[in-house]
C-alpha cells in the first residue's frame, strides 16, 4: 500500500515500515508538516519506489519481512546516483552494533522506537534543509574562495576539500556527516563546543533540541580514528573540543 500526497514544496520523504499504525502515523505526522510521503511495507516494495518516487530522505525500518533495512541501505549507497537519499535508520534494537552496522553502511542518523514524533520530524527537517541549501556556489569571477589545506594534527590528518581523512599516514574512510563533524572541529580547534552547538552547526538542528545523537556518532568516529580518536576530547557538562595532540581519550558524561 502507497501513500502520496502532492505539495508545492518539492520535498518527498519514503516511509519505510512495515508495521501499518506506526507507517501511517508517520505518514500522517510528515504530511502535515508539508512533505510529499509514500510509504513501503517491505523491502521490494521500497527499492521500487526509491527509482520511481526519488526521496530526499529515507525513513528506513531496520526489521522488514523480507529483507534487513541494512540491506536496503547498502543498496542505496551502492547505487552511484550522485544526489542520495538522505537515509535515518528506525530501529527497536537498542544494541550498538545495529547502529554501528548502519553509520558503516552509510546511515546518516537512527532513532530508536519508541520516539518522539516531533523530534523525528525535526531531524528530517534539518537534513532536508541541509540539501536544499547545498554547497555555496564558485564566485563569478572564478577565483578559488580561501580554499583549507590539509590539516594535521598529532597523528590525524583532515583535508575537507578532498574528503579525506588520515592516521598515521593511513586513510581512513569517514561519511560525510562524519567529515563535517570533523571539519567543523578543525575549525574550532582547542575551543568547546556545546552538544547545542554541534546540533545547530553540524547537524542543522534548531536550538534547544534534545538527543543523543551527537554522542553516539562522535563515539562511533573515535572508534574508527583509533589512536587519533584521543584528540575529540569530551568536557563534562559543557561539550567537546579537537586536543592539540593525541592523549587519553576524556570518558563520557
Not at 34 to 48: D, F, L, Q, W
Not at 99 to 121: C, I, Q
Amino acid at each position: 500500500m502507497s501513500e502520496s500526497v502532492s505539495v508545492s514544496t518539492g520535498r518527498r520523504v519514503l516511509v519505510v515500515e512495515d508495521e501499518p499504525d506506526l507507517r501511517e502515523l508517520l505518514s500522517f505526522n510528515l504530511q502535515s508538516n508539508g512533505y510529499n510521503v509514500e510509504t513501503a511495507e517491505s523491502g521490494a516494495v521500497a527499492i521500487a519506489r526509491l527509482d520511481s518516487f526519488a526521496p530526499d530522505v529515507v525513513l528506513l525500518d531496520l526489521m522488514l519481512p523480507d529483507m534487513s533495512g541494512t540491506e536496503i541501505c547498502r543498496r542505496i549507497r551502492s547505487s552511484g546516483d550522485g544526489r542520495q537519499p538522505v537515509v535515518i535508520m528506525l530501529t527497536a534494537k537498542g544494541e550498538e552494533i545495529d547502529r554501528v552496522v548502519g553509520f558503516e553502511l552509510g546511515a546518516n542518523d537512527y532513532v530508536v522506537k519508541p520516539f518522539s514524533m516531533r523530534e523525528l520530524v525535526l531531524r528530517v527537517n534539518a537534513f532536508v534543509r541541509r540539501r536544499r541549501t547545498g554547497p555555496e556556489p564558485e564566485p563569478a569571477d572564478g577565483k578559488a574562495r580561501g580554499k583549507r589545506r590539509a590539516v594535521t594534527i598529532g597523528s590525524l590528518t583532515v583535508d575537507s576539500d578532498a574528503h579525506r581523512v588520515f592516521v598515521s599516514g593511513q586513510e581512513v574512510h569517514v561519511s560525510a556527516l562524519e567529515m563535517r563533524f570533523l571539519s567543523y572541529l578543525v575549525e574550532h580547534r582547542g575551543r568547546v563546543r556545546s552538544r547545542d552547538d554541534l546540533l545547530e552547526d553540524v547537524w542543522g538542528y534548531s536550538p534547544g533540541a534534545t538527543t543523543r545523537t551527537v554522542d553516539t556518532h562522535v563515539k562511533r568516529l573515535r572508534d574508527k580514528l583509533g589512536v587519533a580518536g584521543a584528540l575529540i576530547e569530551t568536557v563534562r557538562g559543557a561539550g567537546y573540543r579537537l586536543s592539540d595532540a593525541d592523549g587519553p581519550t576524556a570518558s563520557e558524561d
